[in-house]
C-alpha cells in the first residue's frame, strides 16, 4: 500500500457521516498508557524503540536504537475551514482537517464555526514516541488511540490541553498532529529520527470522518 497523500483540495474528498469523538481534559491521570504531560521540554527523554529482531538470531547488543530523536517546530494554521499543519523535524506538510463538510469547505474564507476538525487520517510511529510543546501557550487538543492495529472510531479519545504543559505520547499510540483552538499556534515536536509510520484512511476504512471537538464547553473530566 502506498502512503496517503498529505496534501490535496479538500472537495476532493467525499461527504461523510461524523463520528463525535470525547474531549477529555489532559491530567497525569487521563493521559496514562498513552503518553504524560510535560513540564520542561529541555530535560525529556524520547522513548526509542530497537529494531525488530527478524528470525531467531538476534540484535547485536548496541545497536538497533541509534537513530536518536529530531526536533523542529509543528506549525497549525487555519485557512479558511481547512486545517494545515508543517512539521520542520520530518519535512511534513499536511491537510489535518477541515471545519466542515469537505465538498463545501473553502481556503479562501471561512463559511463554518471553528468549534471541531473533521479528522480523516491517523498514524502512529512504531520506532519512538513523540513529544508536543506549545510555544505559543495556547490550548489544543490531540487525537489519541491505544496501541494496536484494529484501530476503530470508537476506541479514539481527544486530549485538552490547556497550554501550560507538554504532551508526550508513546511509540504506538495512535495520533494526528496538533489542533490549534485558535487559528494559528507553533509546537515544539521531537520524534523518533527513523519515523516510520503506519497509517489509516478513517473515512476510506470506516465511511466516517472523526468529529473532535475545539470548544471547551465540551470537556469532560475522567
Sequence with gaps: MSAPEYIFEASSKP???WH?????RATDASVKGYGCLVDN?????????RWPQQGWRPIDDGTGDEAGWVEGTFKCDWQGDVLY?????VKGHYVLGWSADPQHAKTETQTAARDQVL????NYHPDGGQM???LDNKPFIVPAALTGDNLTPDKVVAFWCDGSRGLYI???????GIFPVEDSQRFLDRQGKVHARVS??????????????LRADKVKDL
Design 200 to 213: 489509516a484512511d478513517i473515512g476510506k476504512e470506516f465511511g466516517v470522518y472523526l468529529s473532535c471537538p
Design 119 to 122: 479528522l480523516w487520517h491517523m
Design 41 to 49: 521540554p529541555d530535560t525529556f527523554e524520547i522513548e526509542i524503540v
Design 85 to 89: 499543519g508543517e512539521n520542520e523535524a
Design 15 to 17: 461527504s461523510l457521516p
Design 132 to 134: 508536543f510543546w506549545p
Design 170 to 176: 508513546h511509540p504506538g499510540i495512535w495520533h494526528e
Design 20 to 24: 463525535e469523538v470525547p474531549l477529555i
